[in-house]
């Protein structure tokens, strides 16, 4: 039984696989995790191993520590494990853990050409080669992030909680903003897959996956596949790749 975890800067995920079955998922807040929240969320579930992909390292120690109570010390990508990849970025250390996780994931799922966007803190898109390259990719502030910046640094715009606009045109401040950010990205979504889509000399598939796909996917046209747990399907293979190559 393996325990696969992405820490992200809003939550750390949790998935307990099985073979390549997902068994179970849950989410504690970055800034929250603790042992015994740990333990609850758990359950009945005891893993012997465990596999960690990482964007705040802070919290991979102390992540770390919690796990203390596995039989194995974890696995850590980018230290333990080097995801099998060849990457195009001018300084490849650069790129998230986490991005190349889901690259390789869809490699392995789905196949190539592919761009993956992550709906998260951050709005990622990763564009995987034909050649299952990882070749780059784009960064924008999410969608909560982005909400809190038209709240903070404007006087007259208040707090507001992400969710599903009820209109498109606003009648209010409160709704304004909701589908400004909502239908906004959107937009922005399907327009950047379109144009690295163009840029393909082959057919290319665009895979969603992150926190806030299950809201975006209902509003964006370009998506072809929503795969909400890419990132711990990518660490459970990537367990299995090191497995194999030690």
Do not use: W
């Amino acid at each position: 039984m393996l325990l696969a975890i992405d820490i992200g800067n809003t939550n750390i995920t949790f998935g307990i696989f099985i073979g390549k079955k997902l068994i179970r998922k849950f989410d504690i807040p970055t800034d929250k995790l603790r042992l015994v929240t740990f333990k609850k969320k758990l359950g009945c579930f005891k893993p012997c191993q465990a596999i960690i992909c990482s964007v705040v390292p802070e919290a991979t120690r102390h992540v770390k520590g919690v796990l203390s109570c596995l039989p194995l010390p974890p696995l850590i990508i980018g230290k333990d494990v080097c995801v099998p990849i060849k990457n195009f970025y001018r300084k490849p250390a650069q790129v998230g853990q986490d991005r190349l996780v889901n690259a390789y994931a869809v490699v392995r799922l789905y196949g190539a050409p592919a761009v993956v966007v992550d709906f998260g803190t951050a709005i990622t898109f990763d564009v995987v080669s034909k050649n299952k390259e990882y070749k780059g990719g784009l960064i924008v502030p999410g969608l909560k992030i982005s909400l809190e910046a038209l709240s903070e640094r404007t006087a007259l715009l208040p707090q507001l909680k992400l969710s599903m606009p009820s209109e498109f045109i606003g009648k209010d401040t409160k709704s304004s903003m909701r589908s400004g950010v909502v239908y906004g990205f959107a937009s922005l979504t399907d327009m950047l897959i379109s144009r690295i889509k163009k840029n393909s000399t082959r057919r290319m598939l665009a895979i969603a996956t992150g926190g806030d796909v299950s809201l975006m996917a209902r509003y964006c046209r370009k998506i072809d596949k929503i795969d909400a747990t890419l990132t711990l399907k990518g660490l459970n293979l990537l367990y299995d790749y090191a497995k194999k190559n030690t």
